[in-house]
């Protein structure tokens, strides 16, 4: 067979499976909502969302006026109940409360789960037919999501949990669990939390985003929060690192030493 | 985990107002800072720590009676403030005059957590860091309410 001819078929090979492979994985077009869907006819997440937030548009255009969220009065898209706490836990969290919550974990770059919240950070879906990815800025880390899979019997206990998610239709659900107790700050959770997420993507804009969180060691009952995820085109995600230069603990430890920081 | 005495009936419930998603914004403004005490310094900025998880900056600052006064103001994370305006050796250099309002220090120090931030070479205005109270749960304690 001539040399060239050699060249020519493998080409062809080539080409015939980059197509195939370009077939495969094309994708929908978006439905009457505005919804982009993946090639196997799901909600297409794809892309970087700023939670906490209803305004639609890029991050500037967004958070104009007040810059970013105000999010110690309350994000405007993330509404919860009060936590009903176990009286124990309330109380746990009340002196947390009294102590400026010098004890959060967060002061020490532990991460935790947004939970529709966190608006100053955004968020990257990766979304492939057997996992959803969310990378997060925040503290740098990420949710991993496998679909249609168990949790694993020999769980370790982890500060965001364990994540495995399936499609009810077009509403995403994530079942989270496995998480290490969490005594201190402003929202306390035994090793027993367990949360259930739903996501949907109503439009192109907006992922309406719902929770409820058990937890029959510290809760009366289940706890609820909704939110809102709203894609922030344009937005890049940007290098975290707490530990770089996170000079909270030695204030903190100054002000506790000169009696400045507990409620009286 | 037990009960603890002074919490009676299982029907309480703890209403940690505004603090649902405070966690997720300054780690503990209160510890730090006082929300009472407002405060605004005009100074020249000498150093600048573009650093995670809070930039800090250090002015020159004229005191009352002339003296220098070295402050020092803290302020949100880099990518935070890239996404609202900020860039990294250009928005703010040493040497530039600028007004910062915020919240002091707790112990009275020449520090604070900075709100925004005005230059004098443009007139340019940028939001730098959080409201007060964030991470302090407000000014308002837990209410205790009834289930």
């Known amino acids: 067979m001539p040399r060239y001819l050699d060249t020519v078929l493998t080409l062809a090979a080539i080409f015939a499976l980059a197509s195939c492979q370009r077939a495969v994985s094309r994708n929908q077009p978006a439905d009457r909502n505005g919804v982009p869907r993946t090639a196997d006819g799901k909600p297409d997440f794809t892309g970087v969302w700023q939670p906490g937030s209803d305004r639609p548009g890029t991050w500037e255009e967004a958070n104009q006026g007040n810059g970013v969220p105000d999010p110690g009065t309350g994000s405007r898209a993330r509404k919860a109940e009060p936590i009903p706490y176990q009286p124990w836990a309330a109380a746990k969290v009340l002196e947390s409360?009294?102590?400026?919550?010098?004890?959060?974990?967060?002061?020490?770059?532990?991460?935790?789960?947004?939970?529709?919240?966190g608006a100053l950070y955004p968020n990257q879906f990766v979304q492939t037919p057997k996992a959803i990815v969310i990378l997060i800025e925040s503290r740098h880390v990420y949710r991993l999501i496998p679909l249609d899979e168990k949790h694993p019997d020999d769980?370790?206990?982890?500060?965001l949990g364990d994540s495995v998610g399936h499609w009810e239709g077009d509403t995403l659900v994530v079942d989270v669990t496995g998480f290490k107790e969490q005594m201190a700050g402003s929202e306390i959770h035994s090793d027993q939390w367990h949360i259930?997420?739903?996501?949907?993507?109503?439009?192109?804009n907006t992922i309406d985003y719902q929770a409820t969180l058990e937890d029959?060691?510290?809760?009366?009952?289940?706890?609820?929060?909704?939110?809102?995820?709203?894609l922030r085109p344009g937005t890049r995600l940007q290098e975290h690192v707490c530990e770089e230069n996170n000079q909270d603990p030695t204030s903190f430890a100054v002000m506790m030493k000169k009696g400045l920081v507990t409620r009286k | 985990m037990s009960n603890t005495g002074n919490w009676k009936p299982a029907v309480l419930t703890i209403a940690v107002l505004g603090a649902a998603s405070a966690a997720w914004a300054h780690h503990s403004f209160g510890a730090e800072y006082d929300a009472s005490k407002s405060i605004t310094v005009t100074g020249v900025v000498t150093e600048i720590q573009w650093t995670n998880p809070h930039i800090y900056f250090f002015l020159d600052a004229k005191g009352k009676s002339g003296q220098v006064?070295?402050?020092k103001f803290e302020g949100y994370p880099p990518g935070v403030l890239n996404r609202i305006g900020w860039r990294r050796n250009v928005t703010m250099v040493p040497g530039d005059t600028v007004t910062v309002t915020g919240w002091r220090a707790r112990d009275g120090a020449y520090g604070g957590q900075s709100r925004e931030v005005t230059f004098a070479k443009d007139g340019r205005k940028l939001q730098s860091g959080p409201p007060a109270g964030n991470g302090d749960g407000g000014n308002r304690p837990p209410a205790i309410a009834k289930d």
Do not use: F
Request: with cysteine.
């Open chain 1, 97 to 117: 409360y009294n102590r400026r919550y010098v004890d959060n974990p967060v002061a020490r770059c532990i991460p935790q789960l947004d939970l529709g919240g």
């Open chain 1, 155 to 159: 769980l370790d206990p982890s500060y």
């Open chain 1, 196 to 204: 259930v997420e739903r996501l949907t993507r109503v439009d192109y």
């Open chain 1, 216 to 230: 029959p060691k510290a809760l009366t009952r289940p706890w609820h929060v909704t939110s809102k995820y709203m």
């Open chain 2, 69 to 71: 006064e070295h402050w």
